[in-house]
């Protein structure tokens, strides 16, 4: 069976009576697999180590390590600086934020807007917490 996109999904999710009908209609099309088994995939596609990943966004070693295995639950912001050691380009970025739960970066906001920026032109982690920095906003 063809898997529903998010629309599609809506759409029937509204028109259904039965929760548990609409369940089990859609199960091939609702997200299946954890956050962890989602960054070991993107790990795999982008040929990169976790080692390399949490070194590249100065994570805390335990903390990216428990994110990896799926003990601890990362924050928004920490998982944008896993975009970054990642170097997953902008739609790669929302769609793992949406993964986890999360807004997309939002052109509107100031900081998101630095954020994007530094995305789509391939900045490192270092430059983007000083563009965050030098435009007083939150560093990741």
Not at 44 to 61: F, G, L, M, N
Not at 108 to 135: C, G, M, P, T, W
């Amino acid at each position: 069976m063809k898997k529903k996109n998010t629309d599609d999904l809506m759409e029937s999710l509204s028109a259904s009576d039965n929760l548990d009908s609409y369940m089990k209609e859609n199960e091939d099309s609702l997200i299946q697999e954890s956050l962890s088994d989602y960054l070991d995939r993107l790990l795999v596609q982008k040929k990169k180590t976790k080692s390399e990943v949490i070194r590249a966004c100065e994570c805390v070693e335990v903390t990216g390590y428990q994110i990896f295995s799926g003990t601890r639950n990362p924050s928004r912001n920490k998982l944008i600086a896993f975009a970054f050691g990642l170097e997953l380009n902008l739609e790669e970025t929302n769609k793992m934020l949406k993964f986890a739960g999360f807004l997309p970066l939002y052109p509107k906001s100031k900081r998101d807007s630095i954020l994007i920026y530094a995305i789509q032109h391939q900045e490192n982690f270092l430059k983007v917490n000083e563009r965050l920095y030098d435009a007083g906003e939150e560093t990741l």
